[in-house]
């Protein structure tokens, strides 16, 4: 039986749902001048990704700009063609734990995500369907962890914050959404975000 509170599942797509191969790439690439934490924050504060992750940003001068901002050792096309690249899949067992949400919880994606990566998670692997409503940082302007990102969710679908469990891999988009009041829990891979929707009884069949 669901919680009473719950009427919107939000899930952060890559790392949660999506297996994403950016940071060990971006690790190689700059042989170990950060650890991974540090990596991440600096990659969700860069004017460069947010810039691009807004669509205010071409791929190519996207590009072009991190390549200096990091000093990467890599060349323009070289690097659009791996980071094209970084969504590598789904999960094992992620759509099984989409359709394992009752109904009437509202099913959501909010993912910081570009032009590159979007129609490869929408189209080849099969997200768009799988959602009631996507939330995609390109598309709306705003991105995580931004307040206004949330706001926006929460807006568009007529939630208030403490109706929505919300699922992401990183500390800076959970802290964000938690300062909010939305109910955020950082999970990494499917596993974990099925043992957090298990344990308050966000699936079907879970006993809590």
Known sequence: MKPEWLEVALFDLGGVLVEFTGV????????GQMRPEELWRHWLTSPNVRAF???AMEPEDFAELLI???????QRADFLDSFTHWPNG??????????EIPRPIVRATLSNSNSLHWPRLMTEMGLSEAFDFHFA?????KIKPDKEAFEHVMSSLGSIPESILFLDDNQLNVDAALSLGIRAFRVQGVEEARFVMEEIGALRHSSA
Do not use: N, Y
């Open 53 to 55: 992750e807004t669509g």
């Open 24 to 31: 060990p790439t971006l690790l190689s690439w700059i042989d």
């Open 68 to 74: 200096a901002e990091l000093d990467l050792p890599v």
């Open 137 to 141: 940082s390109h598309l709306m302007g």
């Open 90 to 99: 789904l999960f094992p067992g992620a759509m099984e734990l989409i359709s």
